[in-house]
């Protein structure tokens, strides 16, 4: 048969089996079965025609790789047996950090990689990642979050690389090419899904899953465009929704949206795949749709292929409204031959099952994936504040070391990593869509005490316990302190709770103080899922602030002269008026993974020269989000009126810290700006190089900065925005030239047609180490208006290092 035959393409095989299939057959291809759904679909007693994909997000419940790869095959075996035509089930699983499994290699979170802006290192971790998870059957990713952020009240945060569509482009991208293309001699292996689409972040309120309020023109240019650039430089082979709506819209039921912009004009030929229970939300919650037969008609025709994580909607009423002429059969056989095609492009016919156990041990053994995870740790570390009490020589010396996080190995790893399920595993109560915690566990039901001042449970007791057992490598802050520092005598008081109002510790924490020569104060907050964390899915904030407890010891030790360090773990980055008064320097840590205390007491002691710059605007307060430096000319903080108050009353308009900040202990100095050409005709490229000069006597690595802001445009364009970046590792005093060659289709907008220009004009080139620290700066002019589409434009520059 056909299908059967390797010699043909993927597209023939999938249109000789669909031909063959049954209409039950062909449902159960858009269908999902989920082992953490106790209560609903069983893989033994229902799904008589196989299931198209498996939810295998239960794999992190599990104790170890060797179980999980049973279970996949057996799952598999149940799967294929079930179906006339042995077709496998596609199992996917969440990857962002890591593959969502014990014994993975953890990664920083996606906001600590946006720190790092270093667009190889993230297409090597997609690589690992993508091989890793092949090597135990599983081949379709829930990763890599391609949102846009701006508001950090909103809990999915550190999920995101950062706040400008260009960086969030370049690093998606990355991602993208590595796990899809992490098969032997690169080829497709896993399917990636970039998710949200489209506008997730930008809710209402910060809140979760709340309507979008985006008009059309920064929607197609802001928030689309990483999807774009995953889709036509990347290959992208999945799409997930967004929960909310948008113009009155659920992006889950949008035509407008998921027919009309992602499929014909964006150009997205894979796998729509539903976000956990968002097909059934169009008549449970948006109430846009009465019952599941409406919600089925819909879904089917804006384009869905998948329902995650069971059938709720694409059940067995499909063949009912299929049959009574409700909806059109093609609808059906599109998606299904999309999902089949999927699935012969990944050779899961040829290759259904787990790699052999020996194969497994070595990819997931490997040196190289334990070094890539510490340098993306070592290079996430962005130093905020520094009055050259670091590098610090802690031999022989007092330290003082305070906070709950300071000895917390749970605190290391974020929303969306194995350490954040092992919580939930444990019988917390769960904040995530579609996913149940363990029943059995008693913990769960028990009523349970709050952190003071704080609606937040008390964690599970016996979480540091579970949590340093999960990475035997792994020590927490305190530990790592003792480890790399021998001599030092390092002494710890917990001082306070990672959220809440609670002092009672706070005199023993600055009694120990004072005592001490240096103090370490790990401040943040737990990013995960469940009541126990104070953010992650589901678990939005109205302040961006540290805890009051925190903030109110470091005001403490400032008004006692007691100098300290801060070092911040959290989904979002510190906004703290204490630390910057008071501080002698601030590390911003994120959630940087398995080797973060190492990469952070490496960073203190001055054997890791800290790099990393901000993906983000940091505000004072969430009164001002959402906050973000590319906005439109004469607004936000550059609003640029004739009032004689520049600011709030009572804050500033511009942010603590600025988009792409971050500082290093060298120096380093720009000069010679050389524009190959400034006048260009719209289809030229615009070539530029600079030199970069470390003045100091410590190795060092910049990231710098490519800005252009248009003098004069037939619509308002924002004030300035990111075009290039590098990073760029220099030697005491060694000079490197840096030079760039961008398509002026990277800049195109959409004008008052909405059609995609190039527009001619004056443009100034800004070079600098962050948006609002600009070193060289010239002018170029583009002669005449050109058109593209949104398919053929280029999405970041090229450069080299000489």
């Keep these: 048969m056909k299908y059967q035959d390797i010699t043909l393409s993927s597209l023939e095989r999938a249109r000789d089996l669909l031909e063959r299939m049954t209409l039950a057959e062909k ?13 609903g679909p069983n893989l033994a007693n229902d799904f008589p025609e196989g299931v198209g994909a498996v939810a295998f997000l239960a794999a992190a419940w599990d104790d170890s790789k060797e179980i999980v790869t049973k279970k996949l095959a057996d799952y598999q075996k149940q799967v294929m047996m079930k179906s006339r035509f042995g077709i496998p089930a596609l199992f996917h699983i969440e990857a962002l950090t890591g593959v969502l499994m014990p014994d993975a290699t953890s990664f920083p979170t996606g906001i600590g990689r946006g720190a790092a802006w270093n667009v190889k290192l993230e297409e090597k971790a997609g690589k690992i990642i993508g091989q890793e998870m092949s090597a135990v059957g599983i081949k379709h990713a829930l990763a890599p979050v391609l949102d846009v952020s701006r508001d950090a009240r909103f809990g999915r945060y550190g999920e995101c690389y950062g706040e400008d569509p260009m960086l969030v482009s370049a690093l998606g991208t990355a991602y993208v090419s ?59 082979r999945s799409v997930m929704n967004h929960y909310g709506a948008i113009d009155g819209e659920p992006v889950a039921g949008s035509k407008k949206l998921l027919q009309d912009l992602l499929r014909k004009e964006m150009g997205f030929d894979g796998l729509l795949v539903s976000d956990y229970a968002s097909l059934e939300e169009l008549y449970t919650r948006l109430k846009v749709c009465k019952d599941k037969d409406e919600a089925a008609k819909l879904s089917l025709e804006v384009g869905f292929d998948m329902e995650f994580p069971t059938p709720n909607v694409l059940g067995d009423n499909v063949i009912e409204l299929i049959n009574e002429g409700n909806i059109d059969i093609h609808l059906l056989d599109q998606a299904v031959l999309r999902v089949l095609t999927e699935k012969f492009q990944l050779g899961l016919f040829e290759k259904p099952f787990p790699e052999d156990s020996n194969v497994i041990d070595d990819v997931f053994s490997s040196n190289e994936s334990k ?45 969306y990593s194995y350490m954040s399920v092992l919580e939930l595993a444990m019988g917390g109560r769960n904040t995530m869509a579609g996913i149940e915690s363990t029943p059995e566990k008693a913990w769960k039901y ?171 605007s940091v505000a004072y307060s969430s009164a001002q989000s959402p906050l973000f430096y590319n906005h439109g000319r004469g607004s936000s903080y550059h609003v640029g009126t004739q009032s004689p108050f520049s600011s709030y009353i009572d804050l500033p308009h511009e942010p603590r810290y600025y988009f792409g900040f971050g500082l290093s202990y060298a120096n380093f100095e720009y000069s010679n700006l050389k524009l190959v050409k400034k006048e260009l005709n719209g289809y030229e490229k615009l070539v530029f190089s600079f030199d970069i000069q470390n003045s100091s006597s410590i190795k060092g690595e910049e990231i710098a900065q490519v800005y252009i802001r248009d003098k004069y445009s037939s619509v308002i364009r924002p004030e300035r925005e990111l075009i290039g970046f590098c990073r760029v590792l220099l030697e005491p005093s060694e000079k490197k030239i840096i030079e760039f060659e961008i398509d002026l289709s990277q800049i195109a907008f959409l004008d008052r047609e909405y059609k995609w220009k190039i527009e001619s004009g004056d443009y100034e080139l800004l070079v600098g180490s962050s948006c609002n620290d600009i070193h060289l700066e010239d002018t170029f002019n583009i002669s005449s208006n050109e058109y593209v589409t949104s398919t053929n434009r280029e999405f970041y520059p090229v450069y080299k290092i000489e």
């Design 178 to 236: 590595g796990i899809q293309n992490s098969g032997k001699e690169d080829s497709y292996n896993v399917m990636a899904t970039s998710k949200h689409f489209v506008g997730y972040q930008a809710g209402q309120g910060g809140i979760h899953a709340a309507a979008t309020n985006l008009p059309e023109r920064e929607l197609q240019e802001t928030f689309a465009r990483p999807f774009q650039a995953a889709i036509s430089k990347g290959n992208l």
């Design 371 to 415: 070094q890539t995870s510490l340098q993306y740790a070592r290079e996430s570390i962005t130093l905020l504040k520094n009055d050259g009490i670091l590098p610090v020589d802690l031999k022989g010396k007092k330290v003082a070391v305070i906070g709950h996080l300071a000895k917390s190995v749970r605190s290391l790893f974020g929303g």
């Design 27 to 39: 449902i159960a291809q858009l269908q999902c079965y989920n082992p953490k759904d106790k209560n």
């Design 446 to 616: 028990q009523e349970k005490d709050k952190y003071k001042g704080s609606m937040i449970d008390i964690e599970f007791p016996e979480l540091e316990r579970v949590a340093s057992s999960a990475y035997a490598d792994c020590r927490n802050v305190y530990e790592e302190l003792t480890k790399q520092c021998p001599t030092a005598k390092i002494m710890y008081e917990y001082g306070f709770p990672y959220v809440g109002t609670d002092d009672s510790h706070h005199e023993a924490a600055l009694k120990l103080a004072q005592e001490s020569e240096v103090s370490i104060v790990v401040v943040g907050g737990k990013y995960g899922w469940g009541t126990s964390c104070s953010t992650g899915e589901g678990i939005d904030s109205s302040s961006i602030n540290l805890a009051p407890c925190q903030e109110k010891l470091l005001e403490k030790m400032g008004k006692k002269g007691i100098k300290f360090i801060v070092v911040h773990l959290d989904g979002k980055p510190i906004s703290s008026d204490a630390a910057d008064k008071y501080a002698s320097a601030i590390i911003e840590a994120w959630n940087p993974g398995e080797y973060g205390s190492q990469a952070i007491v490496e960073t203190l002691i001055g054997s890791n020269n800290p790099s990393g710059k901000l993906p983000v």
